[in-house]
């Protein structure tokens, strides 16, 4: 079978993916280790049976809606590529949302303490480690399997400006004063349909769903945030759908101030982001 041939049959098979012939594609090149530019400049060239293969035992659990981030080992986010497993989720870009919204909240050169809560593979501690080579960043996560994909990510980009920490959330920023809290926490309430489908049950569960209808994390992270903030100090969550609302008002319940909220690229809201202005340390509730 040539590379043509096995990508139009692979297409067919796709019917579960908004991008049958690219997922193919992706896959393809994987398989042959070379470039897709390649597949286009051989169509006409024999696969070996081995390649041909491995190639559709891939095409075979993506037409289960295993995310192709999986199959492939990688995933693209920010500037950069990502190793990624089912230890950590698919990073998506409406996350960059979150760093760029970061990047321009504080100075580039400067000697921010920032801390990623939930870090995954890493994807937001190092987009900001990267961009921002003099702050400091410290990357939590209570997986210890998604910190070492989160680590070894850091070792390819070559940042050492970023830390790694196991904890639930604001446990694990030990003490000190941050400049910066961010985080993509879980927000999918528990029995909620979208768990089922697509990719999503291939992904991480302990990183998509929270008791609380979702807010779970939200309010423990407000809450804990206050004690380590400093005064002028910002919070930015990624949220989900319908979450904008009432996540304002949960921080500002707490006693944030400046808090605003976000729209994506498909105008989606995505982003809540809040200020703490107060002196001194609160005791959580």
């Given at each position: 079978m040539t590379i043509k041939q096995a990508l139009d049959a692979a297409a067919v098979e796709l019917k579960c993916s908004d991008s049958p012939r690219l997922d193919a594609e992706i896959m393809l090149a994987h398989v042959l280790k070379v470039e897709r530019s390649y597949l286009f400049t051989h169509p006409e060239l024999e696969l070996s049976d081995d390649s041909l293969q491995c190639f559709q035992r891939y095409v075979a659990r993506r037409a289960q809606s295993e995310p192709i981030a999986?199959?492939?080992?990688?995933?693209?986010?920010?500037?950069?590529?990502?190793?990624?497993?089912?230890?950590?989720?698919?990073?998506?870009?409406?996350?960059?949302?979150?760093?760029?919204?970061?990047?321009?909240?504080?100075?580039?050169?400067?000697?921010?303490?920032?801390?990623?809560?939930?870090?995954?593979?890493?994807?937001?501690?190092?987009?900001?480690?990267?961009?921002?080579?003099?702050?400091?960043?410290?990357?939590?996560?209570?997986?210890?399997?998604?910190?070492?994909?989160?680590?070894?990510?850091?070792?390819?980009?070559?940042?050492?400006?970023?830390?790694?920490?196991?904890?639930?959330w604001c446990e694990a920023l030990g003490t000190g004063w941050d400049d910066m809290i961010v985080s993509n926490p879980p927000y999918i309430a528990p029995g909620d349909p979208h768990l089922i489908e697509?990719?999503?049950?291939?992904?991480?569960?302990?990183?998509?769903?929270?008791a609380d209808a979702g807010f779970a994390a939200f309010k423990s992270i407000a809450d804990e945030a206050r004690q380590h903030l400093r005064p002028g100090g910002w919070l930015l969550l990624e949220h989900g759908f319908e979450?904008?609302?009432?996540?304002?008002?949960?921080?500002?319940?707490?006693?944030?101030?400046?808090?605003?909220?976000?729209?994506?690229?498909?105008?989606?809201?995505?982003?809540?982001?809040?200020?703490?202005?107060?002196?001194?340390?609160?005791?959580?509730?």
């Amino acid at each position: 079978m040539t590379i043509k041939q096995a990508l139009d049959a692979a297409a067919v098979e796709l019917k579960c993916s908004d991008s049958p012939r690219l997922d193919a594609e992706i896959m393809l090149a994987h398989v042959l280790k070379v470039e897709r530019s390649y597949l286009f400049t051989h169509p006409e060239l024999e696969l070996s049976d081995d390649s041909l293969q491995c190639f559709q035992r891939y095409v075979a659990r993506r037409a289960q809606s295993e995310p192709i981030a999986y199959l492939v080992g990688n995933k693209s986010f920010w500037d950069f590529e990502l190793a990624v497993n089912s230890h950590v989720l698919v990073p998506r870009p409406e996350t960059e949302l979150l760093v760029e919204t970061a990047l321009e909240l504080g100075a580039a050169d400067e000697a921010l303490r920032v801390a990623d809560l939930g870090t995954g593979s890493g994807a937001i501690a190092l987009a900001l480690a990267k961009e921002c080579p003099a702050w400091r960043l410290l990357a939590a996560d209570i997986s210890l399997e998604a910190l070492e994909v989160a680590r070894q990510n850091a070792e390819a980009l070559n940042l050492i400006n970023v830390e790694f920490v196991q904890g639930s959330w604001c446990e694990a920023l030990g003490t000190g004063w941050d400049d910066m809290i961010v985080s993509n926490p879980p927000y999918i309430a528990p029995g909620d349909p979208h768990l089922i489908e697509g990719g999503l049950p291939f992904e991480p569960k302990l990183a998509l769903q929270a008791a609380d209808a979702g807010f779970a994390a939200f309010k423990s992270i407000a809450d804990e945030a206050r004690q380590h903030l400093r005064p002028g100090g910002w919070l930015l969550l990624e949220h989900g759908f319908e979450q904008q609302v009432q996540l304002k008002a949960l921080l500002l319940e707490l006693g944030y101030a400046a808090v605003s909220g976000h729209g994506d690229l498909a105008s989606c809201d995505r982003l809540v982001v809040a200020q703490w202005n107060q002196a001194q340390t609160v005791a959580s509730d």
